[in-house]
């Protein structure tokens, strides 16, 4: 136990000097923990005891440097322990799928200047037959997509969707979002509304979906950025009554904000005025 938690060649970085130079070993272990651990050393097994839940036994095996599998963990809480090993097999699992399936999609995206990406996880089976007329309106064709089966099973559970995103945070990702969603895969009928426009109905699967950024400077792209330009009417009634000359009045037009104009639902265009009647542009 020592020689790995000290070694030279230790993976884990648990063990550390305080401000004496002195090791602290097994701290925040408690006496039965560490009394079922010492017995690892003898029997080659460690026997939960009564009352220790299997996560705080997992933590200070991690803490000890010492595997955590069915073979060397006896407990009657057979629940705790196979879920414990669930989440194991999943970080393996999904790290694989993040290597040969999800990456190569990212640098698509990175590679055609993009700075996030979002993926549909459909399954072997599933068609996807748009109308090259009627595609639908919510925005489908910027998502990306994997036919993956098994990578479908895998997400299905809520449990491997919590280890995925907290993979993907250790790997420097942000904004990350994974769940399931409606996803159009082909056109069922066409019906007319009054006018003579036509309105395409779809048929929608359920899929899981993951989304994810890399943006640095994901606050400055937020940011409202003000254009001048100089007004050809006063519309500030102060300046007017300071007989303020018409080309020395400066209005403050903002300029639109597109990477968030880009993730906005995408509408079918229709013929009235898209700017807000009530907004008023700030005037300095």
Same mark, same amino acid.
């Given at each position: 136990m020592l020689g790995r938690m000290f070694g030279s060649g230790r993976e884990h970085n648990f063990t550390r000097p305080n401000e004496k130079g002195e090791y602290e070993v097994a701290e925040g272990i408690g006496s039965t923990v560490f009394r079922a651990i010492l017995d690892?050393?003898?029997?080659?097994?460690?026997?939960?005891p009564d009352g220790i839940s299997i996560p705080e036994l997992r933590e200070a095996c991690d803490y000890l440097c010492i595997s955590f599998e069915y073979s060397t963990i006896k407990c009657r809480d057979l629940s705790a322990l196979m879920h414990e090993l669930s989440n194991d097999g999943a970080r393996r699992q999904f790290e694989f799928y993040l290597e040969e399936m999800i990456l190569p999609l990212m640098v698509a995206s990175a590679q055609s200047g993009e700075r996030e990406c979002h993926i549909v996880?459909?399954?072997?089976?599933?068609?996807?037959?748009?109308?090259?007329?009627?595609?639908?309106q919510m925005g489908e064709e910027y998502s990306? #997509? #994997?036919?993956?089966?098994?990578l479908y099973r895998f997400f299905k559970y809520i449990e491997n969707r919590d280890v995925a995103k907290s993979v993907l945070k250790e790997r420097g990702l942000k904004k990350i979002r994974l769940g399931i969603e409606g996803y159009p895969t082909y056109k069922e009928k066409i019906k007319k509304r009054p006018g003579g426009r036509?309105?395409?109905?779809?048929?929608?699967?359920?899929?899981?979906? #993951?989304?994810?950024?890399?943006?640095?400077?994901?606050?400055?792209?937020?940011?409202?950025?003000?254009?001048?330009?100089?007004?050809?009417? #006063?519309?500030?009634?102060?300046?007017a009554a300071a007989d303020i000359p018409q080309d020395q009045l400066v209005v403050m037009h903002p300029t639109p904000q597109v990477d968030e104009l880009d993730i906005l639902p995408i509408h079918p265009p229709s013929g009235n005025n898209d700017l807000d009647p009530d907004a008023q542009n700030p005037v300095l």
């Open positions: 690892y050393y003898k029997t080659g097994v460690i026997r939960c996880v459909l399954t072997d089976d599933d068609v996807v037959d748009w109308d090259e007329e009627y595609p639908p990306q #997509i #994997i036919y993956s089966t098994k036509p309105e395409v109905i779809y048929n929608y699967v359920q899929r899981p979906f #993951i989304r994810m950024s890399w943006e640095k400077e994901e606050g400055k792209s937020r940011h409202v950025d003000f254009q001048c330009v100089k007004s050809k009417s #006063i519309t500030n009634l102060a300046a």
